[in-house]
């Protein structure tokens, strides 16, 4: 049997000075952050960007047609990728709790057999 994940990899932007060690330990943080998902994770975008004041990241999700967004500014890369995930982990157990959330799931069409 096949196991198939619902977390996806995400697409990383970078604005300003950006070592790639930090954008590794970004997305490390983002996937961890996803496996708290209650439904499958089908969009994934993070934004690192170092040029605006202090050090901010963004973090755009779509968990199953619900757009979640959260962001964090620090005054290094680390502590904004941790205050990031932090957040985004506490909005996704959130939607947990209440799976009302969101947008209606799909209707099936009546083919009135």
């Known amino acids: 049997m096949t196991h198939v994940s619902t977390i996806i990899s995400p697409r990383v932007r970078t604005h300003g000075a950006i070592v790639p060690e930090a954008a590794a330990y970004a997305i490390d943080k983002l996937d961890a952050a996803l496996h708290h998902t209650p ?7 993070l934004t690192l960007d170092a040029a ?4 901010r ?3 755009h999700v779509n968990v199953n047609g619900l ?24 909005r996704l157990r959130r939607i947990r ?5 969101g947008p209606p ?3 099936t069409p009546d083919i009135g057999l």
């Open 67 to 90: 757009n979640v967004h959260v962001h964090a500014i620090a005054a290094t890369m680390p502590e904004a990728v941790d205050l990031m995930q932090e957040r985004l982990r506490s």
């Open 97 to 101: 709790r209440n799976p009302d959330q």
């Open 39 to 45: 439904a499958p994770v089908l969009d994934a975008r």
């Open 52 to 55: 605006a004041p202090g050090n």
């Open 105 to 107: 799931p799909p209707r």
């Open 57 to 59: 990241v963004d973090a």
